[in-house]
């Protein structure tokens, strides 16, 4: 019977049929393998530095959340430009996807950025800017704006008037060059205020309080400091203190390293301008694996200042922007 | 042209329904079955990951319950302490609350302050920053403002003691003591770290990215988030608003861009709410791999129907085109085709019943091809029996002999008979007469013989009632009696008689030709008719012709019959239908 052959042959297909299913529906989960995944290095200006680890901490979260593998590296101290050279190159042939750098230069370091970008791999500027139309992106502050509002709380603190000093890093730094021309700026117009003098010490916080001894202690004791990095201001605060000058002496700072909060919180510091290096940090991740995935990013990206003393520091907001949180 | 006729009917054609049909059928059912299946499978799933989300976030909130009542606890411990000793700013005291300090790992502070803000006693022994504003801190207000409470500040930073800024809760009561017979309002403050909740909390795992976070349920601030570095730079968002509303259960969210499904516990006594945050994409694979599967499923079956309908279709319908097909053949004429039974089926039967139906044919067209030569040939032979030339030379003969003789009657009888033999042999060369006309014939040639035989015989002719007007087949009669004379009569040595009757006998028209002469046995007569080869004198070829002439005409149940006996005569009936005066176009 030709018809019970047919029915048998359909029979034996549907029992198949599971079988088949069985085989179609085992899938393999694909996932991209850690090992071969390149890191974002992240170079900063100084790997031991309070700013630098909070950076870390938020391009750590970042890395966390989009599924990368993050390296930090920098040198141990700002002024290393040459050690930032080193380890560029070092990492450029280690292989990355993506290279977040904070320049100790904004000259020196064009040249290598160039080099990087030529070989593929975006770079993303924190911080400090560097002088490479190359960049993909620059991430941090806008320190001219800065400049003019702590120059502006200066100006709220002292009453307008007075003789007062700049505490920066280095004649060359940038971003202390563009933070003093927004204090310049911003006093411009108020004619009883006048900048004395504009001295340098580097990161170095003993030196900055040599810095600040001699300038308190010749004639014509100036009615306040500027100090536009936390090297400056700690070493200022410290010489203030000790000289007992605290009140006398206004000293406005830069950044939020948490020996300045404690002097913010003393009173010695009487207002600082607080920038967000966690959100920097983030961003800079964020921002570099776009770049990476040769989608379009923003070329400059701006981050939030804040001035604060110390009746504002405890406020619930600034709080959650000066405490890195930690268990 | 053809090829529009080709595919119309190729679409016609019940192949091509049945494949069509099928796989409507069960493309339809499977499409059915796979969205109910798809619905169902990914509502269960939802369903699943609500209550696993909910269950989980039951338990976190068990365990931050415990946790928040063992510190509770602890918080009572240390108040005991404080109320037994009577000089708080003591070292008695001092030394016993660093012993408890120590014991745990998540401890900050333990602080005694008096209601203006000075500190009675403290842990850890560090010195006290100045400009804490510790008496506008929110923790110290609500001690204050509700004492014998303790109260759960949100987080904060920690600022009083030199060292390092941590982020705290505060748990604060306002107390009094008794010292000396005077009562005097202070503050208890205990911080804890995040270290215990950040272990219950991160612990809790929904899904692949899913997480935990509190809230408090007063202000929905965020207590604890396991990205709450994040949150406080504003670069996560949690909507709060929406959660806040809910004391318990669970609700879908989109307000981040992506949906989430959010799960709602009540945290008792202290005020907060555990919030479980999972994806819906998550869940989502499920949902994608289900579907993933169910298209496969469906390619597959669809597949798998499409080849069994074809087949089985092509199976039905092939050995219909096959018949269809032999048909076409037999209508072009071709009757020599067997078609090959391959199964018993109903295909297989009409194949058969095609097979018989094509035998008959044949056998039919064999058969009527007979007919119309044994009629061809018996026509010739009535055109033939028209004319007798034998006859018409034998009674010439006579006539002459009789003109010798002078028997000028005999004569004039003789060819006037004659005369109307032939007329009505011929008839205008019609085939059917009327029996009164066939009746005539037949005496005119009975009265010819008669005279040739020298009155050796007699002979009557009878018609019943109404027959002469009836029709029938001409020169019937003339054979049989031509026989009756040559075999019967002659051969006998008695005078001889021959009497023709035609009569209505059971619906039909039966003429008789009854003779007396020497008959034949039954045997021999019953051969006459059948026997188609005729022995010796010839006798019968006669009776058989018009045998076959009638039957020819009329059908199998009219014709001869002869009934003899030997020595005393024979009667040869012939049996026509009754045709009323019927105008037959019939040549």
């Not at chain 2, 120590?102 to 842990?123: M, N, P, Y």
């Not at chain 2, 923790?139 to 403002?145: D, I, K, L, N």
């Amino acid at each position: 019977m030709k018809l019970k052959s047919a029915s048998r042959c359909a029979a034996a297909a549907v029992l198949a049929l599971p079988l088949l299913l069985a085989a179609c529906s085992r899938q393999v989960e694909i996932r991209p393998d850690a090992e071969t995944q390149k890191p974002v290095v992240l170079l900063v200006k100084d790997k031991n530095g309070d700013y630098w680890n909070t950076v870390k901490m938020g391009a750590e979260a970042a890395a966390k959340d989009f599924g990368a593998k993050l390296t930090f590296d920098g040198p141990g101290d700002e002024s290393d430009v040459a050690g930032q050279q080193a380890l560029i190159r070092q990492y450029l042939a280690y292989g990355m996807d993506a290279l977040i750098l904070a320049p100790d230069d904004y000259a020196v370091l064009a040249e290598d950025v160039d080099n990087v970008v030529r070989k593929g791999v975006p770079v993303v500027a924190v911080e400090s800017e560097v002088a490479s139309e190359r960049v993909s992106s620059f991430i941090g502050i806008d320190n001219y704006e800065a400049g003019r509002k702590a120059a502006a709380k200066l100006k709220e603190l002292s009453g307008a008037k007075g003789r007062f000093v700049i505490l920066s890093s280095a004649p060359g730094s940038r971003n202390a060059q563009q933070r003093e021309k927004g204090i310049v700026d911003e006093l411009s117009g108020s004619p009883r205020m006048q900048v004395a003098d504009t001295l340098y010490c580097g990161s170095d916080v003993s030196l900055c309080g040599v810095r600040t001894r001699e300038a308190l202690s010749g004639g014509g004791r100036p009615d306040g400091i500027l100090a536009l990095n936390a090297a400056a201001a700690v070493g200022a605060a410290r010489e203030i203190e000790r000289m007992g000058l605290y009140g006398t002496v206004k000293l406005v700072a830069f950044e939020n390293s948490p020996e300045e909060l404690e002097w913010l919180q003393e009173g010695v510091i009487q207002a600082t301008l607080i920038q967000n290096p966690f959100t920097i940090g983030y961003l800079s991740v964020k921002t570099a694996l776009e770049a990476a995935g040769r989608q379009k990013v923003e070329k400059r990206i701006v981050t939030e200042t804040r001035v604060i003393d110390s009746e504002s520091m405890f406020w619930s907001d600034n709080q959650k922007m000066l405490f890195p949180f930690v268990q | 042209m053809i090829g529009i006729r080709f595919r119309h009917y190729r679409f016609k054609s019940i192949q091509f329904l049945i494949a069509v049909s099928f796989t409507a059928i069960t493309v339809g059912v499977v499409f059915f079955v796979s969205y109910v299946l798809y619905d169902k499978f990914t509502r269960t799933a939802e369903n699943n990951a609500v209550r696993s989300n909910e269950q989980i976030i039951y338990q976190v909130t068990k365990n931050l319950e415990y946790y928040i009542r063992s510190m509770t606890i602890f918080f009572g411990e240390v108040e005991a302490s404080v109320r037994e000793d009577g000089d708080f700013a003591g070292d008695r005291l001092h030394e016993q609350l660093n012993t408890i300090f120590h014991t745990r790992e998540d401890l900050v502070t333990i602080a005694l302050f008096d209601q203006s803000g000075q500190k009675l006693t403290a842990l850890p022994s560090v010195p006290m920053r100045s400009n804490t504003h510790l008496t506008t801190q929110s923790w110290f207000r609500s001690a204050v403002e509700n004492p014998n409470h303790l109260s759960f500040s949100v987080p904060h930073v920690q600022n009083l003691f030199k060292g390092q800024y941590k982020w705290v809760v505060s748990m604060s009561k306002g107390i009094k003591l008794k010292s000396g017979g005077r009562t005097r309002d202070a503050v208890l403050l205990v911080d804890v770290n995040f270290k215990m909740i950040d272990d219950l909390t991160s612990s809790v795992k929904l899904g692949q990215k899913g997480y935990a976070y509190i809230i408090d349920e007063s202000a929905g601030n965020i207590i604890y988030h396991p990205q709450q570095q994040l949150i406080y730079a504003g670069i996560k968002y949690e909507n709060v608003e929406q959660a806040l509303k809910y004391t318990y259960g669970s609700y879908l969210d989109e307000s981040t861009g992506v949906q989430r499904l959010i799960t709602i516990q009540t945290v008792s006594n202290v005020g907060w709410k555990i919030v479980g945050v999972s994806y819906m994409d998550e869940i989502g694979t499920t949902k994608r791999e289900i579907g993933g599967f169910l298209v496969w499923l469906l390619a597959f079956v669809l597949l798998f129907v499409l080849g069994i309908t074809l087949f089985m279709s092509a199976k039905i319908s092939q050995p219909i085109k096959r018949l269809e097909k032999s048909m076409q053949l037999v209508e072009r004429g071709n009757l020599h085709i067997e078609i090959p039974i391959r199964r018993d089926d109903e295909v297989g039967r009409l194949s058969r019943r095609f097979n018989l139906m094509v035998g008959r044919i044949r056998e039919l067209m064999d058969q009527i091809i007979a007919q119309q030569e044994s009629k061809r040939k018996s026509e010739l032979e009535v055109l033939q029996s028209q004319i007798h030339p034998h006859f018409l030379y034998n009674t010439l003969n006579s006539v002459v002999r009789l003109a010798g003789t002078g028997k000028n009657d005999e004569v004039i009888t003789m060819i006037t008979s004659l005369s109307k033999f032939f007329r009505i042999s011929l008839s205008k060369g019609k085939t059917v007469i009327p029996l009164a006309d066939e009746l005539e014939h037949i005496r005119n040639y009975l009265i010819i013989q008669k005279i040739r035989y020298k009155n050796k015989f007699e002979f009557e002719l009878a018609a019943g009632e109404g027959t002469e007007s009836l029709q029938t087949l001409k020169l019937v009669l003339q054979p049989i009696v031509e026989n009756a004379i040559y075999h019967g009569i002659e051969p006998s040595v008695d005078e001889g008689r021959i009497a023709i009757r035609a009569d209505v006998v059971q619906g039909k028209l039966r003429l008789q030709v009854a003779d007396n002469g020497v008959g034949m046995s039954a045997e021999k007569a019953a051969k006459l008719l059948s026997d188609g080869t005729g022995e010796g004198d010839g006798t019968g070829i006669g009776l058989r012709n018009v045998h076959e002439r009638i039957r020819l005409t009329y059908g199998d149940g009219y014709g001869l019959q002869i009934e003899s006996e030997r020595e005393e005569g024979t009667i040869v009936s012939v049996w026509l239908p009754i045709l009323k005066e019927e105008r037959s176009d019939e040549a």
